[in-house]
């Protein structure tokens, strides 16, 4: 029961261009979402977050998108560079319920960024 | 100020055997989680404790899976009789509290090989 999906498991993007990875979410009791980036031997890094009440957060060159209704959100960012490299992955959380506390992952998608 | 630090980096065991994996939280975060990524795999929840309380052991995959929190700091992920279906990363996280927007801080991961 894969509640959180990353349905590409890899996305190529030239340097300076856009990079939009996308997750689709079938908990609606989930409150909040997070983009972890995971870098080879290390740990995710918490990267962005949203509040389900919110549609868009946006930080430095990274964008969140969500679409309630559709339980879709994406990552966007831009400019990419290279050093954006990783594997990106998409977290849910609840506020409460079964879901309280715990982080809900997707697959996960290798971003490549080439100069 | 320190990350989360994880022990030993990796791990290589035979089948049957058990084995003990560390995890040192962020000082004064008090709430700590186990979670592992198989191979190809999203990260899955295991374990949470949060203060005090008793601990979310509801990501548990057997009762051969099993976690302690000594002090309210330092935690051992234990398991038993070893399977070669056990192999994966295991990462620990903590966070200041938990649930809601309170960012989970990863360690590098424990890679555990079951031969």
């Known amino acids: 029961d894969q509640q959180v999906k990353q349905n590409s498991p890899s996305l190529s993007v030239q340097e300076g261009r856009i990079s939009i990875l996308n997750c689709d979410y079938t908990?609606?009791?989930?409150?909040?979402f997070l983009w972890y980036k995971k870098y080879p031997a290390e740990g995710p890094t918490f990267l962005i977050s949203i509040s389900s009440i919110k549609d868009k957060n946006e930080d430095g060159r990274f964008t969140v998108f969500l679409n309630k209704s559709a339980k879709h959100l994406s990552l966007h960012i831009v400019p990419s560079q290279p050093g954006d490299s990783a594997v990106y992955f998409c977290?849910?959380?609840?506020?409460?319920?079964?879901?309280?506390?715990?982080?809900?992952f997707g697959q996960g998608t290798i971003l490549t960024v080439h100069p | 100020g320190a990350g989360v630090s994880q022990s030993p980096s990796n791990k290589v065991t035979e089948k049957g055997k058990d084995v003990e994996l560390r995890c040192d939280p962020i000082s004064g975060h008090t709430a700590l989680y186990w979670y592992r990524q198989s191979l190809g795999q999203g990260l899955e929840f295991l374990i949470y404790?949060?203060?005090?309380?008793?601990?979310?052991k509801s990501g548990l995959p057997s009762d051969r899976f099993s976690a302690e929190r000594t002090g309210g700091s330092v935690s051992t992920l234990t398991i038993q009789r070893t399977q070669q279906e056990d192999s994966a990363v295991y990462l620990c996280a903590s966070s200041l509290r938990r649930g809601g927007l309170d960012t989970q801080y990863f360690g590098p991961g424990t890679r555990l090989t079951v031969l």
């Open positions: 908990n609606s009791m989930f409150d909040y």
């Open positions: 404790f949060q203060g005090n309380s008793a601990p979310d």
């Open positions: 977290a849910a959380i609840g506020a409460g319920g079964t879901s309280y506390g715990k982080l809900t």
